[in-house]
């Protein structure tokens, strides 16, 4: 029976074959790894070790290993995971795209495609930085505004602040009617790198409004008074899948929740266009100047938060953003400065 294999086209636009006999290592490293078993791929979102593909039944199985995600077919796996493949599936990591062929490998059923996609993630405690950036007065911008303006005032909020937590090498989570919401990884332990990411990316997106409403304001009325809050938590988190689709991946934790409660408050009954917990502000208070607001209580959770607050308007922080290098994986991932 000819062994499954994997296709692919490398940095030089050249199309690449391998066959999987009987494990394959894919990464920006792999080191230790024999050629003839290992994929080297260059770039600043693949980890030194990013996925492994082995044969262990019937059909090839991927297990992912990395900190920044593998997607098959477009759907993100839980990291840590394990996923048969199929002949025709995709597997994506990082830019590169990966064909799977199985030739004379029992193909799937429908009910086997169904079963395998919501059984095969287990799910996983982790910690995370939330960001929710979350229109204000979208409920009355719809009802007076025309719908279609509405539509192209999310659209190019989505847009935009997508193309922003990719650049920081976040995973949008779900976006829809006035939010938009991401995540970064953390792993097991805190991590300084990750909550700066999260934060960079929030104050990023705020100094975008202005542009958006720049550039939409001259036609499209909903745009004139585009305001937005965001809420930044850290925390513990269980990452899997309630069903099969992609959206279907989920993060339950109270910090999640959080988020979305301290975006609804900010910029609006808070000062700061950006409220964060305190979790947060402890990891990236001594990079980025925030303001100390107190505590606050939040609707539907008992006690109170103490919460800080960061904006778009201080110059310090505008330098901090546009004198910062771009990110590294090394120093994504492997800073020395976990824990606060």
Sequence with gaps: MPNPYLEWTDENQEMR????????FIG?????????????????SVSRDHAEINISGPRPQIRDMSKNGTWVNDVRLAAGSTKELADGDVVKLGETLFHVGCPDHPPFNKNDKLESTQTLVTPREMIVTNVVADVRGFCSMSQTEESQQVYEVMK?????????????KGTIKDYSGDAVYAFWEHGSEFCKEQALAACRTALKQAQAVDQIRTKLSGLNEAAKSLRLGWGITTGKVTM?????RVTDLTLVGDCTNAAFRLSGIANKDLPSEIVMCSETAGLVGDILPMADLGFVSLRGRSGQEHVYGMSKHDEFIKHKLESSPPYTEARFWHSSGMLH
């Design 17 to 24: 074959r391998l066959e999987i006999v009987d494990r394959v």
């Design 28 to 44: 920006r490293i792999c080191r230790g790894i024999d050629e003839t078993r290992r994929i080297i791929i260059e770039h600043p």
């Design 156 to 168: 190019e909020i989505i847009q935009t602040f997508c193309a922003i937590v990719h650049d920081h």
């Design 240 to 244: 899997s899948h309630y069903g099969w």
